[in-house]
């Protein structure tokens, strides 16, 4: 992918230490009081315990309390303003994730921009979607699913949490590379939707890991296959999407960004602190059970994936039409 020149310079200088401007704060004695990390979700999802997880490690290591702050609404969009307007002082950070992505395309005005307003300071977590049916639908592959929506076409009604979801766009993605009719119908989240899948009024969905996997090892839903690149750990036996369809990936990924002027050694520090606890074996085995392995890597690594995944999205959601309600 190729990055324009002045987001690879922002990206990449958050590695260095840069002169400090005026309204910017370095690293010396930083943190010296506590540091909020807005999550713009409800507390008790897997985001938010991410979030948490990684502020208590921060907080020991640091010295300094990094507390939560639920801002949700706006499918994150409240949380994310409030992190894009505020001090680039390092002591106001943001839970970036894929819904931020996707926001980007599919609400048509913003008051600020992911890209150029936050600054990305490390991933954190990557957790794959499941895509789930009936164990009573007549396909137990992918590749039979496939078969089945082209053999009937529009018949196969697939739910999501709500327009513009992670597990909306990822079914829409599934339509786009299949060459499928599917009708999508969307819930208030998640829970009603696997109600209803459960019940036999919609056929398939994408669900989040947490939300179906006790019905998937109950034998009250089938999965077909799960949407990361490789297989996940919390359920080795499951092909990918991928093997069928080349290239389909789908996912919830997290990391923290901090506003868009923090000093590139504040975001330093923070990445190596925060790349520090994804390395801790006690840190990993409390993330694996959320079934959420890690990604870290650098400030640059992290600011490539958004972007890329703010490009993808913005096709899909080209291709459904979708627009925010």
Known sequence: MNIPRRQF??????????????????????????????????????????????????????GQPFLIENRAGGSGNIGA????????????????????????????????SIERDIAPVAAL?????????????????VAEFIAYAKANPGKILFASPGIGTPQHVAGELFKMMAGIDMLHVPYRGEPPAITDLLGGQVQVYFG?????????????????????????PALPDI?????????????????????????????????????????????????AALGAPVLAGSPFDFGRLIADEI??????????????E
């Open 81 to 112: 303003q409030a992190v894009a307007s505020a001090v680039p002082d390092g002591y106001t950070l943001l839970l970036v994730g894929v819904p931020n992505a996707i926001n980007a395309s599919l609400y048509e005005k913003l008051g600020f």
């Open 239 to 287: 092909p990918v999407v991928g093997d069928v369809l080349p290239g389909y990936e789908a996912s919830g990924w997290n990391g923290i960004g901090a506003p868009g002027n923090t000093a590139a050694d504040i975001v330093a520090k923070l990445n190596t602190e925060i790349n520090a606890g994804l390395d801790d074996a006690g840190m990993q085995a409390r993330l």
């Open 125 to 141: 977590t990557r957790t794959p979607l499941v895509m789930v049916v009936d164990p009573g639908f007549p396909a137990g592959t």
């Open 9 to 62: 310079l922002r990206l990449a200088g958050a590695g260095a230490v840069a002169p400090i401007l005026p309204g910017r704060v370095s690293a010396l004695g930083y943190p010296a009081r506590p540091v909020r990390i807005v999550v713009g979700f409800a507390a008790g999802g897997t985001q938010d315990i991410v979030a948490r997880l990684m502020a208590q490690w921060l907080s020991e290591r640091l």
């Open 208 to 232: 989040a890991l947490p939300g179906t996997i006790a019905h998937i090892k109950a034998g009250r839903l089938r999965a077909l296959a799960t949407t990361t690149a490789a297989r996940s």
């Open 311 to 324: 490009r993808k999205w913005a096709k899909v959601i080209k291709f459904s039409g979708a627009r925010a």
